[in-house]
């Protein structure tokens, strides 16, 4: 694996899971779409090694908060702790099969969307919006594309 330039490699993917989360469909389709900054940040995580990647972690949540208008440090607090559960498994991860990695991607999803849920609670109150539930069951299913189309990406 090309691990010269980590950070040029974060950088494109980052830019690519900000597209991604901003493309224009209808409300049910983008609450129960796959939390793609948590998806491309998680197989950065796994399979380049780096230093301060909670800080960066930080950084990406805020920015992907301005992206989407959500309540500042939201994204930011799930994507941290989401990412400390990844960091924990990383050693497992790395060298499980497709199937367990999803399970970890659903793991690393449904606490991503606790903390992002519990934050929106606070904040706004509850909401009949059912359709967010769907959103780690998609992550873990997207994971295998993911994963093969960022694999080929990091060798070029």
Not at 8 to 30: D, G, N
Request: proline share 4%; glycine share 4%; hydrophobic share 55%.
């Amino acid at each position: 694996m090309n691990t010269q330039r980590p950070y040029l490699f974060l950088s494109k993917i980052t830019l690519f899971a900000f597209i991604l989360s901003a493309l224009p469909f209808t409300a049910e389709i983008l609450d129960g779409s796959p939390f793609w900054m948590l998806l491309l940040y998680a197989y950065w995580l796994v399979n380049f090694p780096a230093k301060g990647s909670l800080f960066i972690a930080l950084i990406l949540g805020v920015l992907l908060d301005i992206l989407q208008g959500d309540i500042l440090g939201q994204n930011a607090l799930a994507l941290i702790i989401a990412s400390l559960f990844i960091i924990n498994v990383k050693q497992s991860f790395y060298v499980s099969n497709l199937s367990t990695q999803q399970v970890y991607v659903f793991l690393a999803s449904s606490i991503y969307l606790g903390i992002f849920l519990f934050t929106h609670t606070l904040i706004h109150g509850w909401s009949d919006n059912y359709y967010l539930l769907l959103a780690p069951i998609t992550s873990a299913l997207i994971w295998p594309l993911i994963r093969f189309f960022l694999l080929k990406c990091s060798h070029q």
